[in-house]
């Protein structure tokens, strides 16, 4: 941006410097009796150069103007950046000499802004006083050439007066023969006046031409001047945005690396979060509420029941073991101290066996036809379910027909203890309880429950 001003600035002081020539030139025209027509022409070379020069310092004032809206557009953005870059800490010593380099050229071009200001003032004061001495170069020119007029007029009064007739008829012709020399005279005359005003009409008008191509030369070289930097410019123009459209392409890189990284850092962090909230409440829970309402009642429940153990249970149980309530030894019948005695006229409920027969026997034969029965199954079902020695496999058949052989087997508990019946000469036993009225039905057999 600088340098961009810094350029601007150099075809505006060049601009400037052709300006002042021109106006150098305007101040130093001399105009020759007859080159300036006597009524206001405003094809005059002095005209024309005055109205170039004008717009020249039109179109400098211009351009003069946005180079110092420019200027004050750079120094605000600088202003901001170095406010900027003061607050941060740990740049640079490099960082530091850029700023300060940059605002020396900015200094700089602030202070050849000014100088090219009061240049152009300058300027238009000489120009001012340019067109005030062309101006009085041109009329006096004019005041010449009116004197050059009247003095060729009066030289012909006076000629006319001096001329005078010697004889009558010299006398009374003289007006003729004077009118004739007079118009042989003119006529000479008038063809020297033509030539000198030809002649001077030319160099007039090759002054103006000479003058009007020193103008468009100068121009044509403002233009070059302007095409080369504008050329210039574009090129630098080209290469920047160039590098804007790499730094684009980078940043759209950058921004979706950026926005997958959002996503998932966001899917780290609220898993985290919730890991964090999951850990607090647990934190929470065990040291403020797990103490106050769970482990101080337990605390006090087991107190509770420790205290009621040692205090109530085992105090009574420990008096009704002392007093005989609840004793650990075992029960003999035998012992006089403690001997059962029935106070009730109840009937005992003692169970006792019904039948005394013994195990009653099948019919004889029955088990004849019970061997003889079986299910036919399979060839004709002809010993399907007997075995080598012809008796029936069936775990239901041999059984029965153990019954109908009157085979009997020992009946055992689960712990191995085989059962039987008690004989008549033992003695009951004496655990298992029962009430019994000794005073009626003592000896008789009772049928089950």
């Not at 008038?190 to 160099?203: I, P």
């Not at 850990?279 to 101080?296: D, E, S």
């Not at 039987?420 to 309880?433: T, V």
Request: aromatic share 6%; with cysteine; glycine share 8%.
């Amino acid at each position: 941006m600088a340098s961009t001003l810094q350029s601007h600035l150099q075809s505006l002081t060049s601009t400037l410097t052709q300006t002042t020539t021109l106006i150098t030139r305007l101040q130093a025209l001399s105009f020759q009796p007859g080159s300036e027509s006597l009524s206001e022409n405003p094809t005059s070379v002095r005209l024309e150069l005055a109205q170039d020069i004008h717009d020249s310092l039109a179109q400098l004032d211009e351009d003069l103007e946005l180079l110092r809206l420019e200027l004050e557009d750079l120094t605000d953005s600088h202003g901001t950046g170095s406010a900027g870059f003061s607050g941060l800490a740990g740049r640079t010593r490099s960082g530091s000499v850029r700023r300060g380099s940059k605002a020396g050229e900015i200094e700089r071009l602030q202070a050849s802004v000014l100088k090219l200001g009061e240049d152009l003032k300058s300027a238009r004061a000489g120009f001012r006083r340019a067109q005030i001495v062309a101006k009085k170069n041109a009329e006096a020119a004019k005041v010449q050439e009116r004197e050059l007029v009247f003095a060729e007029l009066r030289k012909e009064t006076a000629a006319r007066d001096s001329s005078g007739a010697s004889t009558p008829r010299e006398s009374l012709f003289a007006h003729r023969s004077k009118g004739k020399a007079g118009r042989s005279g003119q006529q000479v005359r008038s063809g020297d006046d033509l030539l000198v005003t030809t002649s001077s009409d030319l160099t007039t008008s090759l002054r103006r031409t000479h003058a009007l191509l020193e103008t468009e030369v100068g121009r044509s070289h403002f233009a070059t001047e302007t095409l080369e930097q504008s050329t210039a410019a574009l090129a630098e123009l080209g290469d920047k945005y160039t590098d804007l459209g790499s730094v684009l392409g980078k940043s759209r890189e950058l921004l979706s690396t950026l926005v997958r990284s959002q996503k998932s850092d966001t899917w780290y962090l609220e898993t985290a979060f919730y890991l964090l909230c999951a850990t607090l409440v647990w934190l929470i829970f065990r040291r403020l509420l797990y103490g106050p309402f769970i482990r101080l009642p337990l605390f006090f429940y087991r107190v509770g029941i420790f205290l009621l153990n040692w205090v109530v249970f085992k105090p009574i149980l420990l008096f009704c073991t002392v007093t005989g309530i609840i004793t650990t030894t075992p029960y003999n019948p035998t012992s006089s101290s403690l001997a059962y005695q029935s106070t009730t006229t109840r009937r005992p409920l003692i169970i006792q066996p019904s039948a005394t027969e013994g195990v009653r026997q099948f019919i004889p034969g029955m088990a004849d036809k019970l061997k003889s029965v079986g299910v036919p199954a399979g060839a004709g079902g002809g010993g399907a379910k007997r075995d080598k020695s012809g008796d029936l496999s069936g775990k239901v058949s041999e059984e029965i027909g153990k019954m109908a052989a009157g085979e009997k087997e020992e009946v055992k508990r689960g712990d191995g203890t085989v059962l039987r019946e008690r004989r008549e000469d033992e003695k009951p036993n004496p655990r298992k309880k029962g009430f019994v009225d000794e005073s009626s039905e003592e000896g008789k057999v009772r049928d089950e429950l």
